[in-house]
């Protein structure tokens, strides 16, 4: 991957402007949902880039010629460009994607379908050679991680239908001693707590999570809605508060309010690092558990060795910014070690470790 784009003076081959070409692609979104004619197996994510550098390799020329392409969904096997030309099925060609972190990469493959649309537009598909890791250039790739802590079978169904079509990942438990040990093992977007269970209520098992040092966001779900009730919730150690029943649009606001660019690799789209840069990324719920109640525990020591650790690893496994921030934590410890300024940069670095996802490349 490189820093910047290998082709420059790319020919634009649609004679309309930015917003023409937007409403064109918003009419196909409505005439032709994604996914109606391409040939990819896999889920194909709105992907809107006013000019995506793509090579066509022109038969019989000894070369290729550049265009700027808009582009309207991608997935891990392909992409959906509109072209002010004809290209033949089967045409070899190299697309420029950029990762939502601005560097750039070349990847290749060949015109699977091509249908003409109106005038000269053209609809052009292109398989590529090999998978990429969809999230790193398309956000509404990457799945938001809920935690739902709720014991009413009927609230939990009506949250993962709406969760499910909100392209969020969901995991469900009915008490709050479950939601205490699975907060713990794992790392999540957000904790969407019930406040009135059994076993051990929501006030108890959010107290006891913040004692244990977990720094991630919770938020109260209760039908009490009240200011005194939202003020026991914020006391408790709820980061903020939502009303029940749940809407959809309730939900919605929630996951905007999570979105954030994900934390990708640079090696990601090397599958022979796939693996270990997955096991790093599943490894790092746990670290974070010792680096949070080393700070709960006020072990300056412990604390430090941990970060010290982390920084000599995260940077070997593509993570440049888990590398820094445990750095910087490093650092602070040992030259302002006010309480403070650690926890300054201890929630950087436990912000970086939670948008770490792991790749879905995979080879061929």
């Known amino acids: 991957m ?3 784009p290998a082709t420059t003076g790319a020919a634009r081959s649609i004679r309309l402007t930015d917003e023409q070409i937007q409403a064109l692609l918003d009419e196909f979104d409505v005439k032709s949902p994604p996914g109606s004619h391409e040939r ?16 066509v390799a022109q038969p ?13 969904n991608l997935s891990a096997s392909g992409i959906a460009v509109i072209h002010g030309n004809y290209v033949h099925p089967k045409t070899p060609c190299s697309v420029q994607l950029i990762s939502s972190h601005g560097s750039w990469e070349t990847v290749t493959g060949k015109v699977a379908a091509c249908r003409h649309v109106k005038g000269l537009i053209h609809e052009v598909g292109i398989q590529f050679d090999r998978r990429i890791d969809v999230g790193m250039y398309c956000p509404d790739a990457v799945k938001s991680r809920i935690l739902l802590v709720d014991d009413d079978p009927l609230i939990v169904r009506l949250v993962e239908k709406h969760l499910h079509s909100l392209n969020a990942e969901l995991k469900h438990v009915d008490d709050g001693e479950k939601a205490v040990q699975e907060a713990l093992a794992h790392v999540y977007d957000v904790v969407l707590m019930d406040m009135e269970m059994p076993v051990l209520n929501g006030f108890e098992a959010t107290q006891r999570l913040r004692s244990q040092g977990y720094t991630g966001r919770i938020v109260a779900a209760t039908g009490y809605t ?6 026991k919730c914020l006391k408790a150690g709820c980061d903020s508060y939502l009303a029940k029943p749940y809407t959809r649009q309730a939900l919605v606001e929630l996951l905007r309010s999570l979105q954030q660019e994900p934390l990708f690799s640079s090696m990601s789209n090397d599958p022979t690092m796939v693996d270990l ?7 790092l719920p746990a670290r974070l558990r010792a680096i949070e109640e080393a700070h709960q525990k006020r072990d300056a020591a412990a604390l430090e ?3 010290r650790r982390l920084k000599g ?4 496994y593509g993570f440049d910014p888990i590398t ?24 950087k670095l436990v912000s970086y470790c939670q948008l770490a996802r792991t790749s879905t490349t995979k080879a061929g």
């Open 324 to 347: 820094d921030a445990a750095a910087a934590l490093e650092s602070t410890i040992k030259n302002d070690p006010g309480l403070e300024r650690i926890k300054s940069q201890l929630d």
């Open 313 to 316: 690893e995260a940077g070997g």
């Open 2 to 4: 490189t820093n910047t």
């Open 226 to 231: 009240g200011s005194a009730d939202r003020e």
């Open 60 to 72: 019989g020329a000894g070369g290729s010629v550049s265009y700027s392409m808009p582009t309207r």
């Open 277 to 283: 840069i997955n096991s790093f990324v599943e490894g």
């Open 40 to 55: 990819r197996a896999d889920e194909r994510y709105r992907y809107r880039v006013s000019g995506c550098v793509i090579q």
């Open 305 to 307: 060795s941990l970060a």
